[in-house]
């Protein structure tokens, strides 16, 4: 099985307004579309994704499932919320357990935590708009997940 873990693109600094609305800036977004030649040549292909319910989260996964053609759209979880442990992820996944590549969108510190309970690591960083690529050889399972390949946003900067 593989899951990836997608941390939600560059978004507003805390305004007036709660924590929940906060969007994506124009330059999150650029980084994402950005992101899509190195996304096809690792041939990343979710066949479900799953987000956090928070309007970056959700926009993020947006700009995701049309940039992969994911033919179902991004299924919003609130047990991805900010807060969200591995436990919870695991049974937000297990509703789609029909799904070999399972995709996350959420938040820090989540997914590197998530990442080194399933890996083992001992510290993983995870940036705006990075994604990471865990392989497992069956159900995943604490420690036992190889990580394929993490991705830096610097990578998806256009320079032209």
């Not at 994402?32 to 987000?51: C, D, H, M, Q, S």
């Not at 510190?109 to 001992?122: K, M, N, Q, R, T």
């Amino acid at each position: 099985m593989i899951l990836y873990f997608l941390r939600h693109g560059r978004a507003e600094q805390h305004s007036d307004g709660p924590d929940s609305e906060r969007k994506l800036t124009k330059r999150g977004t650029q980084e994402l579309k950005g992101a899509l030649p190195i996304w096809k040549r690792l041939n990343l292909r979710p066949e479900v994704i799953l987000t956090s319910p928070l309007v970056r989260a959700v926009q993020t996964a947006e700009i995701a499932r049309a940039a992969l053609e994911v033919k179902t759209g991004p299924k919003s979880d609130d047990r991805l919320q900010p807060g969200a442990t591995w436990a919870a992820m695991a049974q937000a996944m297990a509703d789609h357990h029909q799904a070999a590549r399972v995709m996350f969108v959420g938040h820090n510190p989540d997914f590197e935590s998530a990442i080194e309970v399933l890996s083992g690591a001992g510290a993983v960083r995870l940036r705006p708009g990075g994604v990471a690529c865990l392989e497992f050889p069956g159900v995943p399972e604490p420690g036992q997940g190889e990580i394929a390949w993490l991705l830096d946003p610097d990578l998806y900067a256009d320079d032209t």
